[in-house]
Each structure stands twice: as C-alpha cells, then as structure tokens.
C-alpha cells in the first residue's frame, strides 16, 4: 500500500484518480447522511481526518475489510491487499521488498499500516499521494510495477463481485442510494474506511503512557525511553507523537508541511545520490537537494516490520541503531559503495553518537514496548 515512487504513479493512467472519483458521483441519488462514527480510539488519540466525500460507515468498514482480504481484488486472483500488508507483521511483509501479482517487484519496503488513518502522506517519497482513497488505486491499477494488476482486467474484477450475492448486499448497504454501487470508485472507499480503523493505540508503552499502569513497560525499556527522548541521541526529533514519526494529520489539524528526511543511507557521487528509482523525494521535484528524501516511518509495532528503511536493507533493529549511532551508513565496497554519514543531503540531526552494549539492548526494548499485542492477534476474515 504504502510504498511511494515515481515509477508507481507514473504506472497509473493518466487522469484514472479523477475519472474513477468523478464516475462514483454523477448521476446518482443522493444518498442519507451518515450516523455518526465512534473510532473506539483508545486514550492520547485525537480524530482522525475523514475526507467530507467518504464519511464513514460501519457497512462501508465492513466491505472494506473483506476487499481487503480477498485475491479475486486482483487481476489473476492471486493477491490481495493482504498480501503485502499482513497483520500478524504489523501489516507489513516481513520482505525486503514485495513481489507483485505478476511477478513484478515493487521498489519500496511494504510500510505497516498502524494508525495510517493520521498520516497526511502516505507513502515513502510520493508527497501528491494524500488521501487512502487516492493511494488504494495505486497498487490497484499500477503498471510499473504491477502490483494487483486490474489495468485491463477491470470487468474481470468487477464481475467477480458483482456475481457474488454477498457483495451485492455489502455495497448496497455501504453506499446507500446509488443505483450501481459496485464500482472502483467505491472501492478505493470502502478500503480507505476499513484502512482509517487499523488504529494501534494499547501497547505496553501507551498502557503506560496514557493508562497509568507503572509496570507496563519493563526496567531496560523505561532506560531505553530515557535514551530514545534525550539529546544525545535525538530520536525523538523524528519519531515523536502518537505514531512516532513527524507526519501527522487528525480532524484538528488545520496546516501540515511536506516532511521528508535523508538519513544518510547511501551516499554516491558528489550530490549524495541514491540507488537509481530510489531516490525519494527527488523523483518528485528534481531538487538535487531532495535526493535520498524519505518520509519518516511510523515506529508502532517496529519489532514485527523488518525489515527496515525504503528499500529493507537494514535486517534489525539493532543494525538501526548501529546506523544511527555511526551517523550514517557505510557501505565498503559493491555497487553503492560510500559514505552516508558524508551525504550532503543528510538530516543534520543524524551526527551520530557513542552507545554501549547495554544502552542499545534498552533502546531496543524501548521500541518493542510499542508492540500492539492485540492490534496483531486480531482474527481475519474467512478466505471468500
């Protein structure tokens, strides 16, 4: 889902967001209002932002959540959402990075999607993809890479719900009103709905944050917690609120900037380059200065993402701390070999810093209090 990259826009028709948007509001009966919503947020959340043109609804959650998990969403028949996206990895894959229906290999590390329903961008260097309901025809109808592969197999797919009786039902009642309620469009909907409750909020580290349990968290996590919010090591500067990590949206928030980060990675030639189709941010805005620029990922239920960074090249979570602490990464010799701690482009607040033994074995037990136990062990839903 949230693997961003020039080359995946650039595999989407031209025009397709806009057309398949504009196609599920013409000529239609206004459909009621919506009852109001309860998120069932848990304790130190705040709203999220809902799109005024998909207002939530436990009908639409509900279809949502089986689109999600059900292959014949792809052209073949072979993949779903889930596919990349599982929830025992935090809805990750636990892949360097993933494959698609047809073989194809995606450029980006399958992000989790914990508490997706706040971030303002949505992929690792896309900064236009802004909306679930955007980003969900992304991997939908992309050709570079294809990822579900429905680009010419649409009446494929939409045959194979409109055969079955049970989705009927399920859109009818997700999209009141309409008179032809199966349709992308609606789609990218009720995913972007079933997406926006995948919150994780009852981790060891919010029992004891927001819910007042002193022993929530263990002894060498509440050292590693010291480590984490202090100078030396700066982690917080980036990885900080709810979500840890700098991108945030809720229902309040009325102005948020485009906040992408180098953190020194790789480093080729003179203008802190990084591997070709890997360049981040740059792919979007040419600025040379913008190269090796990621948005900063979310840390909820780290321990069950590896592996880690855009692209899965970094196996552990004490391999990020190693990186962190050398201030970049250096890689010897091979095709991308440099200097990251060099890079021109680096974050400045990745300077680096001495850590012992013990220190990085509390600061990596402070990152797994943030493992959501129930969050993950939650059942799927029976295979179609």
Known sequence: ?????????RGVRSGLVAALVVASCGG???APPPPSYDFGLPPGFADPWVPPDNPMRAEKVALGRRLFFDARLSG?????CSSCHDRAKGFADGKAKPTGSTGDLVPRNAMGLANVAWFPQLTWGNPTLTTLEQQALVPLFGEVPVELGVTGAEEIVL???KADDDYIKAFAAAFPGEAAPI?????????????RTLFSGRSPYDQYTYGGKADAMSEAALRGMDLFFSERMECYHCHSGVNFTTAYRSADTKHQEMDFHNTGLYNLGADGAYPPGGEGLFEFTGDPRD????RVPSLRNVELTAPYMHDGSVATLEDVVDHYAAGGRTLPDGPFAGIGSQNPNKNPLVKGFVITADEKADLVAFMKSFTDTE??????????
């Not at 889902?1 to 826009?9: F, I, L, N, V």
């Not at 073949?76 to 779903?80: P, V």
């Not at 992308?184 to 079933?194: D, G």
């Open 291 to 294: 190269k090796g620029k990621f």
């Open 28 to 30: 239609e009966p206004e």
């Open 375 to 384: 969050f993950v062990s939650e059942p799927d839903p029976p295979a179609p």
């Open 183 to 195: 349709g992308f469009a609606n789609i990218a909907k009720a995913l972007a709905s079933y997406e």
């Open 1 to 9: 889902m949230s693997r961003g990259g020039a080359a995946r826009t």
């Open 159 to 161: 045959g194979r719900l």
């Open 76 to 80: 073949n028949g072979t993949m779903s």
